[in-house]
C-alpha cells in the first residue's frame, strides 16, 4: 500500500506545481505586457535612419529624463508628451516623443533645433515607431517606413 501511494503523492505534488490558464480576476495595466515594435532602420519620406539612430535616441532619451528628474539644468523639452492625434499608434499608455537624427541629440538647450524627426516611445522607453512632420502640414506627423 505504501508503494503505491509515493508515486500518487509525488504526481499530485507535480501537477500542483503547473501553471493553470485561468484567466487574472485583477488585471494590472502595470504588469501586462505591451507589444513593441522591433527596432528597424526606417525611411522618413526619404530620409533614412539605422537602428543605431533609433538606439542612440531611446537611450539618450532615457538619460536627458533621468537628469531633469535629478533636478539637473540646461535641458530642453525632450522628451515631450506625444498626443498621438493621428492615431499612427495603438498604446495604451502614455506616449513620448524625443528628436530621431543621424548620431545622437543631446537634448541641451545649446543642442540646436531638433529637426522634424522623432522616435516614439512609451513611458518605459520602449519603442513604438519613428515619424516625421511632413512639409507645409504644420504640426502634424506622418509614420516613417521600415527599411528592413
Known amino acids: 500500500m505504501l ?3 509515493k508515486p500518487t ?3 499530485a505534488l507535480a501537477l500542483t506545481a503547473i501553471a493553470s490558464p485561468i484567466a487574472n480576476p485583477n488585471p494590472n495595466p502595470e504588469t501586462n505586457l505591451v507589444a513593441r515594435a522591433a527596432v528597424k ?3 522618413c519620406n526619404g530620409v533614412k535612419f539605422t537602428t543605431t539612430d533609433i538606439n542612440n535616441a ?3 532619451a532615457k538619460v536627458v529624463q533621468t537628469a531633469k528628474d535629478d533636478g539637473k539644468k540646461g535641458y530642453g523639452k525632450y522628451p ?3 498626443g ?14 524625443y528628436p530621431l537624427v543621424d ?7 545649446s543642442a540646436g533645433e531638433p529637426g522634424k524627426y522623432r522616435v516614439i516611445m512609451n513611458e518605459k522607453y520602449k519603442y513604438m515607431g519613428s515619424v516625421y512632420h511632413p512639409a507645409g ?12
Open 3 to 5: 508503494f503505491t501511494l
Open 9 to 11: 503523492i509525488l504526481l
Open 41 to 43: 532602420a526606417v525611411d
Open 58 to 60: 531611446l537611450k539618450e
Open 80 to 82: 515631450e508628451y506625444y
Open 84 to 97: 498621438n492625434a493621428e492615431k499612427l499608434f495603438t498604446s495604451t499608455s502614455n506616449l513620448y516623443e
Open 103 to 109: 548620431g545622437t541629440y543631446s537634448g541641451t538647450t
Open 137 to 148: 502640414t504644420g504640426n502634424t506627423f506622418k509614420l516613417c517606413t521600415n527599411t528592413e
